[in-house]
């Protein structure tokens, strides 16, 4: 058993033990902060005006016991996979199987829906660039390059995902300073009233929008050189930027923009309203650096689910192909490359968008119940919460009340797509046996 701070064992895999702290947190940190900020904020005032600063504090503090949740069960895993490896210890491979297959498929259509908001963002810039020729051109451009620079290479990508999550979060904290040193020329606004019409319960299973895809850093955990202590920071340190950032926007954007609630790009609107014309160029710019470091954390994190399903042998064994020398899943990262830039080019991801938050909280249901399973065959120095079952039964408790507040069409798209899953899974086995 290696002690606190040493190297993991490498286990099965072919990939390296190359990912430090700083490198998980960008991964979960990009996973949270993608588009969603770029236009949650007027819904949000729509649905809660005055109070919607506190609400997605409110939302945060939700999200933490969910957190605390896979913190513990991250640090009690050594292989890669995330919550599919997870539940795969407590409830077998199918189960497992299912929760990967869910998980690639959430992933795989956000990707696609991010591409093309980032090919909407980039049209300020390159006007035509979103529609005809140039639109398949520049979404082939956009994946092929995020593609490329994981293939090369772990570092490539961390260092690439480093500098758009510095292009993203400087601009942000700017615009934060400048608003609240501006706030004595502010003209207070007239608070929007609550939606008579809306639940809190709406409210808040929107703004949970804003703080999932941190499961996606889970992914390579077979790549982290200390993940019994480096997963946990990575989660909660990114659910506190996020918290804390996400409040401070929405109260500024409530500030300085009367009409928030009617605002199709609020954030691009509080740069303009802040600094002119030139705070609208820097928050596109800034959504474009947003977007493209979710994209680039999907990149890394996702293939890694089809990479160790394939070492399993629940994949065509070529799946599992790792570059001899950049020690990178090349196959798979080309396979979910093509399938994201599919979906993107042609638009059918917007169906299955619409249940990726059913997926989810039912992954975290399947998660925690499997957290007294992982836990037993955890390393000695893994990362343990205080306060027994009360923060598991609460997470749980948070899903649920999430859950229903879904729709019935979520809910028969999530049995579809389950069930294609197990066929899926079927498949695979029969073909293993040939």
Not at 103 to 132: C, K, S
Not at 243 to 266: E, I, N, V
Not at 312 to 332: E, M
Request: proline letters at 6%.
């Amino acid at each position: 058993m290696n002690a606190p701070g040493t190297e993991a064992p490498e286990g099965s895999s072919r990939l390296s033990r190359s990912l430090g702290a700083f490198g998980l947190w960008l991964l979960v940190l990009n996973g949270m902060i993608g588009a969603g900020i770029f236009g949650i904020p007027a819904e949000a005032a729509r649905l809660a005006g005055s109070w919607s600063p506190a609400l997605f504090l409110l939302t945060a503090a939700l999200v933490a016991p969910v957190l605390l949740c896979f913190s513990q069960l991250a640090s009690a895993t050594r292989e890669s996979g995330g919550p599919a490896r997870y539940v795969h210890i407590a409830f077998g491979t199918q189960a497992g199987f299912q929760t990967g297959w869910a998980l690639y498929i959430a992933r795989l259509t956000a990707f696609a829906a991010n591409a093309n908001l980032l090919l909407a963002a980039l049209a300020y810039f390159w006007p035509g660039a979103a529609e005809g020729p140039a639109r398949t051109l520049a979404l082939t451009a956009i994946v092929g390059l995020i593609a490329v620079l994981n293939i090369v290479g772990v570092q490539w990508a961390m260092r690439s995902l480093a500098a758009l999550t510095f292009a993203k979060l400087l601009p942000l904290l700017v615009l934060v300073g400048w608003g609240v040193m501006s706030l004595p020329d502010a003209a207070l606004p007239a608070a929007p009233t609550i939606a008579s019409d809306v639940s809190v319960g709406a409210a808040l299973l929107l703004l949970v929008y804003a703080f999932v895809g941190f499961e996606s850093g889970l992914i390579p955990g077979g790549e982290a050189k200390r993940p019994t202590r480096d997963m946990p920071r990575a989660l909660l340190g990114s659910l506190l930027v996020c918290g804390m950032l996400y409040a401070a926007l929405q109260w500024l954007s409530l500030r300085f923009l009367p009409d928030l609630a009617t605002q199709s790009r609020p954030l691009v609107a509080l740069g303009d309203a802040l600094f002119g014309s030139w705070g609208t160029s820097l928050m596109l710019a800034t959504l474009v650096a947003s977007v493209g470091g979710n994209l680039m954390s999907s990149m890394f994190a996702v293939p890694r689910i089809t990479h160790a399903f394939a070492e399993q042998g629940l994949l065509p064994r070529p799946l599992a192909a790792v570059s001899a020398r950049f020690r990178t899943p090349w196959v798979s990262v080309l396979m979910y490359s093509a399938l994201g830039l599919a979906l993107a080019a042609s638009g059918s991801f917007v169906v299955l968008a619409a249940i990726s938050v059913v997926v989810r909280l039912l992954m975290y249901l399947a998660c925690i119940a499997a957290m007294p399973a992982v836990d037993r065959q955890g390393p000695a120095d893994r990362w343990k919460m205080r306060g027994g079952p009360i923060i598991p039964m609460l997470a749980v408790l948070i899903c649920l009340a999430l859950l229903s507040q879904v729709s019935l069409p979520a809910v028969i798209g999530t049995a579809l797509l389950l069930l294609a899953g197990t066929v899926l899974f079927g498949i695979a086995r029969v073909t293993n046996r040939t």
